[in-house]
């Protein structure tokens, strides 16, 4: 049974509408693209076939979406663009529901080797040289082919996933627009909902609630924190209940055809005093001036270096150090909340069309509260553009 029992949360939950109209799922014939891409980084580097595990690259280059387990299921695509599926015997018939009967679904006894059978596909389809393995595979798959493909040279395929998924087609923005454009909405009720005394559970539990009215998954995770423990980057454990001038730090999402959503909002449960006012605004400039940052060809740490400029000058850091930022200013994002490439210091990797950020340099000051402020944007062929804009202000986070 829900736990929203306040009329202000069950008037804002009545007045969702869902409209997903809009939606435009990933086609096969972009998924075939994104092989077609994978296969020219193959040619290109020497490696002869890509082996995939039941991860977001397996439904990334593939649309089967599968989950991990102790039996090994995933996929070889070769560096000609054969696509090959493994999967155990008894699954064949739920492989083929996703897939289509002209699937190639090499199967597996219960007490035969799957390792083994990889291998085998590999000599029957003169695939030699190097292998590259999904990044994601637990180390029971890479321990089982390292065995098994002793004479094969096995790198990790983020050569190949990362320099594929990092770069976003229009289709993949405007899914994860979708997404963020349900989660700020739900971030801007959720506002309206707080009362003196609330649990973090029940606002939690509200978010849930409205991400699903909306359409969007259910949360992929939510964090709520009140007061002091805004200064935790991610929460800390327990119940809390909001007080008159504490500050709030709500960070969530959801997803739209498994693409994700990731936004943070910070603002006080009252009147701001000038230290949380001046702190906020503090915050508001070093996400501006990591975005302003963001331009192409220009190496990663750089976005995260023009944020942490703005708080050293004021005093914060340096560095990791607290007071000031702890963590990188952003993940890359897409069908993993974190993926590749990261906001960080020591990351060269210049920005290019199609990356997609978070932007985030938090602000945690010991013993008295935390800010964070974090949005979006993606790199185009004229620089970065906002998902969803900056909040406004302490006192009006969501706008007059």
């Given at each position: 049974m829900s736990s929203i029992g306040g009329s202000s949360a069950a008037i804002e939950l009545a007045s969702i509408s869902k409209d997903l109209s809009h939606v435009r799922p990933i086609s096969g014939e972009e998924r075939q693209q994104r092989r077609e891409k994978a296969t020219r980084l193959m040619q290109e580097r020497g490696i002869s076939a890509l082996v995939l595990s039941a991860s977001t690259s397996l439904y990334y280059f593939t649309g089967l979406s599968w989950y991990q387990s102790e039996r090994l299921v995933g996929a070889i695509l070769s560096s000609s663009g054969k696509l090959i599926f493994i999967s155990p015997a008894f699954e064949d018939s739920k492989l083929r529901e996703t897939l289509g009967e002209q699937a190639d679904i090499r199967l597996w006894e219960e007490d035969e080797s799957p390792y083994a059978l990889v291998a085998q596909i590999l000599k029957d389809e003169n695939l030699r040289g190097t292998v590259a393995l999904d990044e994601a595979a637990p180390f029971f798959i890479a321990d089982g082919l390292r065995q098994a493909l002793a004479s094969y040279p096995i790198v990790n395929g983020m050569v190949i996933t990362a320099e594929c998924r990092m770069h976003k087609s229009a289709n993949e923005i405007a899914l994860m627009q979708a997404a963020k454009n349900i989660t700020l909405e739900v971030q801007r009720r959720t506002a309206k909902i707080l009362r003196e005394g609330i649990s973090s559970l029940e606002v939690a539990d509200f978010i849930n609630q409205a991400h699903r009215a909306f359409g969007g998954s259910s949360s992929t995770f939510c964090i709520v924190s009140f007061g002091l423990p805004t200064s935790i980057p991610h929460g800390p454990d327990g119940v809390q209940y909001l007080k008159e001038g504490d500050m709030v730090l709500i960070d969530t999402g959801c997803m739209i055809e498994r693409y994700h959503s990731d936004?943070?909002?910070?603002?006080?449960?009252?009147?701001?005093?000038?230290?949380?006012?001046?702190?906020?605004?503090?915050?508001?400039?070093?996400?501006?001036?990591?975005?302003?940052?963001?331009?192409?060809?220009?190496?990663?740490?750089?976005?995260?270096?023009?944020?942490?400029?703005?708080?050293?000058?004021?005093?914060?850091?340096?560095?990791?150090?607290?007071?000031?930022?702890?963590?990188?200013?952003?993940?890359?994002?897409?069908?993993?909340?974190?993926?590749?490439?990261?906001?960080?210091?020591?990351?060269?990797?210049?920005?290019?069309?199609?990356?997609?950020?978070?932007?985030?340099?938090?602000?945690?000051?010991?013993?008295?509260?935390?800010?964070?402020?974090?949005?979006?944007?993606?790199?185009?062929?004229?620089?970065?553009?906002?998902?969803?804009?900056?909040?406004?202000?302490?006192?009006?986070?969501?706008?007059?």
């Open positions: 936004i943070t909002r910070s603002y006080v449960f009252g009147e701001p005093t000038a230290r949380q006012r001046s702190m906020w605004d503090l915050e508001k400039a070093a996400q501006a001036a990591a975005f302003d940052a963001a331009q192409l060809g220009v190496p990663c740490e750089e976005v995260d270096l023009a944020a942490r400029r703005v708080l050293e000058a004021a005093g914060l850091g340096p560095g990791y150090k607290t007071p000031g930022l702890p963590h990188r200013t952003g993940h890359g994002i897409g069908l993993d909340i974190h993926e590749w490439t990261y906001l960080v210091k020591g990351n060269k990797t210049p920005l290019a069309t199609g990356m997609c950020f978070s932007n985030e340099p938090m602000i945690c000051l010991d013993g008295e509260f935390g800010i964070r402020l974090e949005d979006h944007f993606y790199m185009t062929e004229q620089g970065p553009a906002w998902f969803t804009g900056q909040s406004h202000a302490v006192d009006a986070p969501f706008g007059a």
